[in-house]
């Protein structure tokens, strides 16, 4: 199918910025929408932003206005740039992309999820 890798997680104070990458790579294939979601310890993994690839853009109403999900078409990159971090923003944060590859002359649907990055915001 199709693999992300993601990179960027670290450490930071409250009020600080941290940028992720997610990469894609794979055979052929296609995406819908790449989103990241986050994940506290006891916790449900959470939306915080998605990007389709018309370029609509959605996020969770507690990263409005200090996150951002830009794109690198060129490098099939997509990014999560955090600003104003909180210490509630404290998470694994994870990739996910969805779409179409190609196996032989079919195309058969994906559902990939990155390996995870710990963001920790102290204050």
């Known amino acids: 199918q199709v693999q992300l890798v993601e990179s960027g997680g670290g450490a930071v104070q409250a009020g600080g910025s941290l940028r992720l990458s997610c990469a894609a790579s794979g055979s052929s294939f296609s995406i819908n929408s790449v989103g990241w979601y986050r994940q506290a310890p006891g916790e449900q993994r959470d939306l915080v932003a998605r990007?389709?690839?018309?370029?609509?853009?959605n996020y969770a109403d507690s990263v409005k206005g200090r996150f951002t999900i830009p794109r690198d078409n060129a490098k099939n990159t997509v990014y999560l740039q955090m600003n104003s971090l909180k210490p509630e923003d404290t998470a694994v944060y994870y990739c996910n992309a969805d779409g179409l590859y190609r196996s032989d002359t079919k195309y058969y649907p994906f559902n990939s999820w990155g390996q995870g990055t710990q963001v920790t915001v102290s204050s």
């Open positions: 990007v389709t690839s018309g370029g609509m853009k």
